[in-house]
């Protein structure tokens, strides 16, 4: 660290940073607060017009501001709302062209006069396109020309010189976030399109449907309750990747048990070797816990790790099995608890109820 480092460090104890950022964060918190109290009506307006837009939702800000666009137009378009981020500047000198009749202008100024924002609103107006402004001044040159205003207030910057926008980006991103979801509730967005918006990392795998990630029926194994347990599994064994569970189906292909690893650890465990050589029917969980075909893989993860089992069959509305979820195969998606989950309502349709497994005594396991 150079001398003049250490003096800049050396200038403020330590506890006297973490006060510091600590009044930071209250102050911006007792700004929220204090905008939670203040909205009212205008937001209903504001959302009523954005729920009728027929183009898309055009988001602009300059600086700072433009920052906080872009990532509201971001939430838009996660969460069902047609949006993009246009910058005032460049709007001036040829983007404009990227709106269109029927679009809505989301304006964000603290101030109101920022004049790349103010430039535009004559155009806009001769586009026909209507503005919701979101800024502290309510008698500004972009608040009086609005459709919608959406009045932040006066508000202090968390900034020591009072100059850096701080509390002020703080409040339009979070009056922004509300916007968006309340438009989102009312276009009854769901956990299936939510997905449909995100497909890729973990987040999209764990709103995709069980038969995105289960194992088919030719990776899977299959047996009938009468057959010896000793027979079963010199049959079916293979080398190379398998699942640790083996369904049992009658005559009619309908799931009636499940023999897993687990129930094999046991017998050899308890040194009842003589069980090897009778049926499955003695051994095998009946009634096992499984899902429907189209059911999101959400609820697949919460019946593995409530239940602590490794295997999950997935069957169709006769109760036939159509493949196979294996802990292996979501084990990255285990971490998440329930109420982290997105909460956006889900849809899962069910043709039948879905039955229970006897719990494993043996945790998540990995198999090779």
């Known amino acids: 660290m150079s001398s003049q480092s250490a003096s800049i460090a050396d200038s403020m104890s330590a506890d006297a940073q973490l006060q510091l950022a600590r009044d930071v964060l209250q102050q911006e918190a007792i700004a929220l607060t204090s905008l939670a109290s203040r909205i009212d009506g205008s937001l209903v307006d504001a959302v009523r017009l954005l729920a009728g837009c027929g183009g898309s939702v055009v988001l602009c800000g300059m600086g700072k501001a433009g920052l906080i666009a872009q990532k509201i137009a971001a ?6 709302t047609r949006s993009q981020f246009l910058h005032p ?13 029927g679009d809505v202008a989301v304006m964000l100024s603290a101030s109101g006069e920022t004049a790349e924002v103010v ?4 155009p806009l107006r001769e586009m026909q396109v209507r503005v919701v402004a979101i800024t502290c001044r309510a008698h500004s040159t972009l608040a ?3 459709d919608v205003l959406l009045d932040l207030g006066p508000i202090e910057e968390a900034c020591n010189l009072g100059l850096a926008p701080t509390t002020t980006t703080t409040s339009m991103l979070a009056l922004g976030d509300a916007v968006a979801l309340v438009l989102s509730r009312l276009r009854r967005f769901t956990s299936e399109d939510f997905a449909r918006y995100h497909p890729g990392g973990s987040l999209g795998r764990r709103l995709a449907r069980v038969d995105d990630v289960m194992r088919p029926l030719d990776e899977c194994r299959f047996a009938r309750a009468g057959e010896a347990v000793r027979d079963v599994l010199v049959r079916l064994s293979s080398p190379g990747r398998r699942t640790g569970a083996i369904m049992i189906t009658d005559e009619e292909g309908a799931l009636v048990g499940i023999f897993t690893d687990s129930d094999l650890a046991r017998i050899l465990e308890r040194r009842q070797e003589a069980a090897l050589d009778g049926p499955l029917s003695r051994v095998m969980t009946s009634a096992p816990r499984r899902i429907e075909s189209g059911c999101a893989i959400a609820e697949a993860m ?3 790790a409530e239940k602590k089992i490794s295997e999950l069959p997935v069957v169709d509305a006769a109760n036939r099995p159509v493949g196979l979820i294996d802990i292996t195969d979501v084990v990255s998606l285990l971490p998440m608890r329930r109420e982290e989950e997105p909460s956006l309502p889900h849809r899962c349709k ?9 719990p494993s005594t043996v945790p998540f396991r990995t198999k090779a």
């Open 75 to 80: 939430t838009f378009a996660s969460t069902g």
């Open 89 to 101: 500047a460049e709007a001036l000198h040829g983007d404009l062209g990227r709106v269109a009749p």
């Open 119 to 122: 430039a535009l609103l004559a």
């Open 144 to 146: 009086r020309a609005a």
């Open 302 to 304: 919460e019946i593995l």
């Open 350 to 358: 069910r043709n039948g109820e879905i039955q229970e497994n006897a």
